[in-house]
């Protein structure tokens, strides 16, 4: 069971990122996936997370507004697409998976399923 996730790098402020996340070893086609972030020196916080249908997904006060979160189901994939990026988002961003079935919820500890996380760098 894998999430690999991508598409960090470095960015102006004002500038835009798009994330992916890739699963491989067990569908995820029926859990609730969802992005995470651990700015330097402090907690995992919650960014985005979206029901397996992919009609339902929502977002952290911080972000809403600038980032869109979707799925691909075909592809097994989830994306970030962040826009308007501010020097505060820099930050490890993961992506999460829930079991199937569960519903959206934004606590760290409710996801089974990580991926390694990417980082995401806003120069001001």
């Known amino acids: 069971v894998q999430l690999q996730a991508s598409g960090g790098g470095l960015v102006q402020a004002g500038g835009s990122l798009r994330l992916s996340c890739a699963t491989s070893?067990?569908?995820?086609?029926?859990?609730?996936m969802g992005w995470f972030r651990q700015p330097p020196g402090k907690e995992r916080e919650f960014v985005s997370a979206i029901n397996w249908t992919g009609s339902t997904s929502i977002y952290a006060d911080s972000v809403k507004g600038r980032f869109t979160m979707s799925r691909d189901t075909a592809k097994n994939t989830v994306s970030l697409q962040m826009s308007s990026l501010k020097p505060e988002d820099t930050a490890v961003y993961f992506c999460a998976a829930k079991g199937p079935f569960s519903p959206i919820t934004q606590a760290p500890p409710d996801y089974a399923y990580w991926g390694q996380g990417t980082l995401v760098t806003v120069s001001s």
């Open positions: 070893g067990r569908t995820f086609n029926r859990s609730v």
